[in-house]
């Protein structure tokens, strides 16, 4: 059972554009939603993360939607570049985000940037 | 500093055959996990262990078996390899189990024939 979906698989975009990325899960018990990245060959990093307690969180060109009563969230990047290309997980955690079982995926997204 | 250290990077294995994944971390961190991630899925959990001693089945433990001697070492031990392990293996750790604290090894690719 997958806990979080996460849509699209795949995204194509041209550099400059912007690319948006969604997630949903369904336990309400949910209160941490970190978004991670991932290059080809490399473990996951943490890109930026969101509480419920705002709707959105911004650093950079990089941005967190949160839609509490939709139970959905998603991550926008703002004038796509070629180095952005990556594949892009969303998460969910319980607990605050603290707790050792306590870390959902997405299925990812393969973000590819065209110059 | 290394940070998260894997090895193998890739490994092919014949079905019945058993292997150990070896992690290491030098930052000191208490926690540390075993994920797997299949193409098209999430990181899912096996294993994670919360200090020297202590290890607890993550979401997906069948087929797979970890110890915890050190605070730095926390290999993952398959038995007897199976089609369905293939899988890319990451290693991650964190200092108090705050998930935006976790730091992710480069992984092991593992191919079971």
């Known amino acids: 059972q997958q806990q979080v979906k996460q849509s699209p698989q795949s995204l194509i975009v041209q550099k400059g554009g912007i690319s948006i990325i969604n997630c949903a899960y369904e336990?309400?018990?949910?209160?941490?939603f970190p978004w991670y990245q991932q290059f080809p060959g490399k473990g996951p990093a943490l890109l930026i993360a969101?509480?419920?307690?705002?709707s959105e969180k911004k650093e950079g060109r990089f941005t967190i939607s949160f839609n509490k009563s939709a139970k959905q969230f998603s991550l926008h990047i703002m004038d796509s570049q070629p180095g952005d290309s990556a594949t892009y997980f969303c998460?969910?955690?319980?607990?605050?985000?603290?707790?050792?079982?306590?870390?959902?995926f997405g299925t990812g997204t393969r973000l590819t940037v065209i110059p | 500093n290394a940070g998260v250290t894997q090895t193998p990077k890739f490994r092919i294995l014949k079905i019945g055959q058993s292997m150990t994944l070896q992690c290491t971390q030098d930052?000191?961190?208490?926690?540390m996990y075993w994920y797997r991630q299949d193409p098209g899925m999430g990181l899912k959990l096996i294993y994670y262990?919360?200090?020297?001693?202590?290890?607890d089945k993550g979401e997906v433990p069948n087929g797979y078996n970890v110890s915890r001697s050190t605070t730095e070492d926390f290999p993952l031990r398959l038995e007897l390899a199976a089609p369905s392990q293939t899988s890319v293996y990451f290693c991650?750790?964190?200092?108090?189990?705050?998930?935006?604290?976790?730091?992710f090894g480069s992984g092991t690719r593992l191919t079971v024939v």
């Open positions: 991650a750790s964190s200092y108090s189990g705050t998930v935006s604290g976790y730091t």
């Open positions: 336990n309400t018990a949910f209160d941490y």
């Open positions: 969101i509480r419920p307690d705002v």
């Open positions: 998460a969910a955690s319980k607990g605050g985000g603290t707790g050792a079982n306590n870390l959902f």
């Open positions: 930052m000191n961190h208490n926690y």
């Open positions: 262990s919360v200090g020297a001693g202590i290890t």
